[in-house]
């Protein structure tokens, strides 16, 4: 079968044109599909976007290269349509074609649009920020129906793109939420879950509690209807997306697509495999898809055809909807080549954009090693980041294992995963390698290459992790160990990744994999933010001090290891480095940081020199911290409070 299957994909013609689909004018509007062993292709106009029957059909020119064509004359805008392959003698199902723009109800039937009548006033000058480096970014990942359906959200819009819109939101306590809580709190960049048309939400019931996270893509190249406030009329989400970007973009926050190419929800009745059988999907010798996904299927990116669709559609999401990065899903199911195209395409239309992914597969995949986009691999991609799962089980430990608490619960096996996870997966001369967790050797050759995290939409939040881990402690205890986990995020080099709500001690009620759970599973408890506020300030001021001091952003290895050495520490539950130098021109000459994950009190020797201590789980005040009834520098030492950060400064800084 496999070689049958191979013999048959190999066999179809390349068409490298960029006017596949359907391009509207007022005047026609140009069709244009890929279906090389069709015989027939039919294309269905409707007046409704899901039900009736079609008020006309017709029949497409087959043309060059396995492309099929139609012009249709007059203004057929907001009609809907569908296209049908007649392929070894029977007529496949209908299907929007895969470079749908718009689309009915639930995405069965793609839409013609004017797109420029969805553009909202102004649009044409909307840019989003730009940072200099992409180690400057500070990222806020978060699904868009958890942001704002909780009662306490203070947002109208709730569980739609429009919430994104509103200032002034507060909680019943007075606590600023939304847009107000990303620019207090000081994140540079939302990264949203997947927000493309995706299969398991009913649009076409919006009072029905449905949830999933979206990876389970329907149609690629248009938004999820069930986010806006018309998912009937096509235009309206794509308008309502447009105006999310552009309030986020007006209060200097940049937006990330979260997208999954590297699978779709139903491979077999989808508009890849309904118009070219065998193609766009990995199969194996019985003819039954390869799973690397975990979800049924995987794409082959590899192929031309595919490769050329991915980057034609992140292009259209960077220039249509003017998206400033992009986090690829399972992106070890991709090849490297495919990656690096990718890169290209989008460095033609804004070359700050920041693209990064999972090093990783869910499962075996045909695709060999030494081709996937993965962390092995990171040397032979182009400014393409990776998520750093080292420092992420080093601070936290396998999550499933509730008996490794990981760095932060006071493990003394993870030392050196997490100060790998501080160089930003770089080498570094003082790393023993062999006892990093899921690395034996360095990946990352710059600073931007790493995405420092802790935790994610995945598994359970922190704070419930380390709920489950620290069963023992306080919940003052836990709360330490909350801030610590994330101050060693913020203050590693790389680029760091925060999960929306660990601000405010986000909880998932313990559950692990909540794609499609409810509400009060996932949704932000804006609440949290009045009860955990000292958590907040610890973040939104550490936040605030890394974007003040270049050093905790070093770009490049050479600077990475000329100015930050690692202070030997014999109790492996203390970290210590110094980043010296005035590195990355900082005005910060000397800078001591410590992460102690012990439950007690340590004390250490501190280099020579006058220090003053700027950071700890109490405060952070870059002019120095004043905690009452603690000393932190006596003589030659200090002491570190218990599972806690220690910064310090040389006093000639301050």
Not at 27 to 40: H, N, Q
Not at 356 to 372: C, I, N, Q, V
Not at 517 to 527: A, K, L, V
């Amino acid at each position: 079968m496999e070689g049958s299957v191979h013999k048959i994909w190999k066999n179809y013609p390349v068409y490298t044109g960029n006017d596949l689909g359907v391009i509207y004018s007022p005047s026609k509007t140009s069709v244009r599909i890929w279906a090389p062993t069709a015989s027939k292709v039919r294309f269905n106009l409707y007046e409704e976007g899901l039900t009736g029957r079609p008020a006309e059909s017709f029949y497409m020119q087959n043309d060059r290269d396995g492309t099929w064509t139609l012009v249709l004359d007059g203004d057929r805008k907001n009609l809907y349509y569908t296209i049908q392959a007649k392929i070894s003698g029977n007529w496949n199902i209908e299907v929007p074609d895969p470079h749908a723009k718009a689309a009915g109800v639930n995405g069965k039937r793609g839409m013609i649009t004017d797109l420029r009548e969805t553009d909202p006033p102004g649009w044409e000058n909307d840019r989003g920020p730009v940072p200099e480096a992409f180690t400057d970014m500070v990222i806020w990942e978060v699904h868009v129906r958890d942001f704002s359906i909780h009662p306490a959200s203070g947002m109208k819009h709730k569980g739609k793109y429009l919430a994104f819109t509103e200032s002034g939101t507060v909680s019943p306590d007075g606590e600023s939420t939304g847009i107000d809580h990303l620019k207090e709190l000081g994140v540079t960049h939302v990264h949203l879950l997947p927000v493309f048309d995706f299969a398991t939400v009913d649009e076409s019931k919006p009072d029905q509690k449905d949830y999933n996270w979206g990876y389970d893509p329907l149609n690629y190249n248009l938004p999820e209807g069930s986010y806006s406030t018309d998912p009937f009329r096509g235009n309206v989400r794509i308008k309502e997306f447009k105006e999310m970007v552009m309030s986020l973009h007006n209060n200097g926050i940049g937006v990330i697509m979260d997208v999954v190419y590297s699978h779709m929800y139903e491979a077999g009745s989808s508009p890849f495999e309904q118009l070219a059988p065998h193609y766009f999907f990995r199969k194996r010798a019985d003819g039954s898809y390869w799973n690397g996904s975990g979800c049924g299927n995987e794409t082959a990116s590899e192929r031309q055809m595919m490769r050329s669709f991915m980057s034609e559609s992140l292009k259209y999401w960077a220039e249509e909807y003017h998206i400033d990065g992009f986090r690829f899903d399972l992106m070890g199911l991709h090849d490297i080549d495919t990656m690096n195209h990718i890169r290209k395409v989008l460095d033609k239309v804004n070359p700050g954009i920041f693209i990064y992914g999972e090093g990783w597969t869910a499962s075996d995949s045909p695709l060999p090693k030494s081709k996937r986009a993965v962390k092995a691999n990171a040397g032979k991609m182009d400014r393409i980041a990776l998520f750093s799962d080292d420092i992420r089980d080093g601070i936290r430990g396998i999550w499933s294992n509730r008996d490794d608490k990981g760095f932060m619960g006071g493990a003394g096996n993870m030392s050196e995963s997490v100060k790998f996870g501080v160089v930003a997966a770089t080498y570094h001369t003082q790393i023993d390698y062999s006892r990093v967790i899921h690395s034996n050797s360095p990946w990352a050759d710059s600073g931007d290459r790493a995405v420092s995290y802790v935790s994610c939409h995945d598994n359970p939040s922190l704070w419930d992790i380390i709920t489950m881990k620290c069963r023992s402690g306080s919940k003052a205890e836990r709360l330490d160990i909350q801030k610590l986990a994330n101050a060693i995020v913020l203050t590693s080099q790389g680029v760091p990744f925060l999960h929306a709500g660990e601000e405010i001690a986000r909880t998932k009620n313990g559950e692990h994999n909540t794609y499609n759970m409810p509400d009060h599973i996932n949704q932000i408890d804006w609440g949290n933010k009045e009860k955990f506020n000292d958590v907040f300030s610890f973040f939104r001021d550490l936040v605030k001090m890394r974007k003040n001091h270049p050093a905790f952003r070093m770009t490049d290895q050479r600077m990475i290891t000329e100015h930050l050495k690692f202070i030997p520490v014999k109790d492996e539950r203390i970290i210590g480095f110094r980043i010296s130098g005035n590195a990355n021109d900082d005005n910060w000459k000397d800078i001591l940081v410590y992460y102690s994950s012990k439950p007690v009190k340590a004390k250490t020797k501190v280099p020579a020199g006058e220090w003053i201590v700027v950071a700890t789980k109490f405060g952070v005040n870059e002019n120095g911290v004043d905690t009452p009834d603690y000393d932190y520098i006596i003589e030659n030492s200090i002491e570190i409070p218990s599972r806690s950060i220690l910064i310090l400064v040389n006093e000639e800084s301050i």
